[in-house]
């Protein structure tokens, strides 16, 4: 067909669109979003059927390979996954470089962008067999990095990964055991922690998976393109939001828990007050992670014994926001992070790493992306062109006459 975007950079026509708010910038096979209608599907199936009776690991599989395994394939994918948890021990000495009171997710984003330097072997984005040893590394060891970054956070000693376990099995117990001592895998915990990863893995072409695909569009090898992906999420308008509604709902609850007082503030724009957990540029209805994690939310807190009054006034929040002509004109409904933080804290987790779960859930999206584009005739290196706004040409100024 026509090169629209060749076609008319010869007339030398630019469209400007801050925020690619309606700018495609690829084609895609793997995740569809109906923001009007709420719907969320990866690979045709919906995200519904997904949470309820698939797994993250099979999840993964889907995103990355486009059908779902049959059970033969799923084993050796799993088996695979298992046999790749372990880091170098080299690997393992920058986590003590890093101060102790250091964000986990530079700290995530700085050991995978390292993997680069261990893995030498897989980098080329063209060769197959490679390809499929940085997927599999990368999904194999970002748990244990995870792990690592909140044990140095917390002055723990480090666990070697069980084989024996499922890849959130090991997760946990690498995050909360100690190695002189047994670990029990909660499976409520487990079930619920693999859910979320579900509903994380894939939203198209968000921020941090743009990233993904503008990095790896210079040709860059895997494991650098993720560790940029990383860091796009690390903001608080992305998945940085899910620290900032906890940070949000705790700041609501030590001024005596007003409800009305926050939503006016937001509406008014006060200090540049956002309703964090609200919004989302692509969903105009309720998004359908955000459903599912309410149900989730009121499970897991019922049985975990989470915090009640955070999760009251998250509720009040919502409902207050839903019934007010501001959210409604702008048809703001809350996004998949409005609850999650509730969950993530009563299963232990610090605020601190709940970007760095999103990121686990986030990973087998980035890796689809990324080799999905790499795979891709039409793909060329990402370069988008401006709007040159700046001074017309002048003439240099000797620094003695400026
Ligand atoms: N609280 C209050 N007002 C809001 C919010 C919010 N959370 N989100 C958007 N608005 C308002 C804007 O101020 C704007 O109002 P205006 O027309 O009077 O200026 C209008 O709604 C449209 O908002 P935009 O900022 O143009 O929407 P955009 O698509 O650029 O932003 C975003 C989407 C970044 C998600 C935004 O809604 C937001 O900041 N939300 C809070 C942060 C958050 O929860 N992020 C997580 C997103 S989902 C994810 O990454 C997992």
Redesign the pocket.
Known sequence: GIDLGKLLAKTGMVTLDP?F?NTASCSSGITYIDGDAGILRYRGYPIEQLAESSTFVEVSYLLIYGELPTQAQLDDFTDKIRRHTLLHEDLKRFFDGFPRDAHPMPVLSSAVSALSTFYQDSLNPFDDPQVEMSTIRLLAKLPTIAAYAYKKSVGQPFLYPDNSLGLVENFLRMTFGFPAEPYKVDPILTKALDQLFIL?AD?EQ??STSTVRLVGSSQANMFASISAGINA?FG???????Q??LEMLEGIRDSGGDVDTFVRK??N?EDG??????????YKNY?PRAAIIKKTADEVLGKLGGDDQLLGIAKALEERALSDD??VE?K?YP????YTGLIYRAMGFPTRMFTVL?ALGRLPGWIAHWREMMKDPATKIGRPRQVYVGSPERDYVAINER
């Open positions: 925020g708010v994380h939203h968000n921020c999420l608080p308008l992305h998945g940085g939001a899910n900032a509604v937001v509406k724009k007050v956002k309703l964090m957990g609200f919004g989302h540029r692509v998004d501001y959210f702008r703001l996004n998949v992070d409005f999103f």
